[in-house]
């Protein structure tokens, strides 16, 4: 498995994983679906993971995008979908630590795009983006996930603009934001993973 299989891999399990906590984050100001709603679109993608075209990072990541785009319900299938074609788009070799912050952060443009978000809106941009920054600045994933889970530990104090949650105005204050914590729960587990197994495949 190289290291591309390897982050969507863990993403996928982890999505499932922690669906019960990321619907239990989500009901506090939502309609509660989101862990619910990924987890069934990742576990779409993990059973026609061998089928899927795997020769081309791009290619991949363009195919997992398009899988969960249709399998995830709600407004998180389009949006993680973008994402991932986003990232297909934008992929080249060599996949240097240059070019995967070119990938994800062509992904933050898709979902800007698609949700009408930016930083600041109490979404997951909100953990997903200092992600990048962080992974830009030190190249240490470790260092990365530890940035995604303060930033998205601090959407405790902001006002939900978007989603169902913007519904609630000021009390979505003082709940932390589910997508938000989403992001820095995967973000740790692929710390986790890689640096157990990604730099030797």
């Known amino acids: 498995m190289n290291g591309t299989e390897l982050v969507v891999r863990t993403i996928a399990e982890t999505a499932i ?9 989500d009901s506090v100001v939502g309609d509660g679906d989101f862990g619910y709603s990924l987890a069934r679109g990742f576990e779409k993608l ?17 195919r997992c995008g398009m899988t969960i785009a249709s399998r995830i319900g709600g407004t998180s299938g ?4 973008t994402a991932f074609l986003r ?19 062509a992904s933050v443009e898709g979902i800007k795009a698609r949700g009408q978000s ?9 953990a997903l983006v200092p992600f990048i920054d ?13 940035a995604a889970r ?10 939900a603009k978007r989603g169902r949650a913007a519904y609630t105005g000021e009390r979505s ?24 197994q990604g730099a030797a495949s």
């Open 17 to 25: 994983a922690n669906e019960r906590y990321f619907g239990d984050l």
């Open 46 to 62: 993990l059973d026609g993971w061998a089928e899927i075209d795997r020769t081309d990072a791009g290619i991949f990541l363009k």
């Open 78 to 81: 389009p949006i993680w979908g």
């Open 87 to 105: 990232a297909g788009a934008a992929a080249a070799e060599p996949l240097d630590r240059a070019r995967v912050v070119a990938m994800l952060r």
């Open 118 to 126: 930016d930083v600041g809106d109490k979404t997951l941009l909100d």
């Open 134 to 146: 962080a992974l830009e600045k030190t190249g240490d994933v470790g260092e990365a996930a530890r």
């Open 150 to 159: 303060d930033a998205a530990d601090a959407t405790v104090s902001m006002v």
């Open 173 to 196: 204050r003082g709940s932390v934001d589910a997508g938000a914590m989403a992001v820095a729960v995967i973000a740790e587990r692929i710390s986790e993973v890689w640096n157990a």
